[in-house]
């Protein structure tokens, strides 16, 4: 009752064969976990609701702690653990906290798998105009050698006099060109 007066939904479901069945085919904000009950082990409910729905936020309760059992449920992925008997405030607390981190986790995922899109269109979008960039300097790499082999036959077709001027402009054009790389 107390976390439906917070404006939680809750359902509760005392048969852990249906409740595993239930978790198995949706994602819940967050589910809690008795560690001891009477058909199947906590842990074991743990590891089967990971198992088939990992994005489910499960908080481990029990009257029995022991320091191995922690880590044995927080190796297989329960959020949190509290201990039997809990104060109300303690699982308000702790089930908001589970609340805002699901959703927060969740609309991490969704804006990763937007972002992963758009990386997408970005590099296809890179990959067109850098071929458009190659295909460009090609052409400017064409118009330059056309350019200097005109200069070079004008300046042949002179007398002699400018026959070697234009050896001199013909060997600057053709460092020029290597420069260029040509």
Known sequence: DT????????????ETKNAIEIVKHNIFDTIFVDLRMPEIDGVEVLKQIKQHNPDNLVIMIT?????????????????DYITKPFDLEELVFTTKRAVTYQRLNLENKRLMEQISQENIILEKKVAERTEDLHRIYRQLQNVCMNTIKALAQAIDGKDCYIHIRSEKVNKYAVMIAQEMEL
Do not use: H, M, N
Not at 3 to 14: A, C, K, Q
């Open 3 to 14: 976390l439906s007066e917070e404006g939680f939904s809750v359902v509760f479901i005392r």
């Open 63 to 79: 009257g029995y702690p022991s320091f191995e059992t922690v880590k044995e449920c927080l190796r297989w992925g329960a959020f």
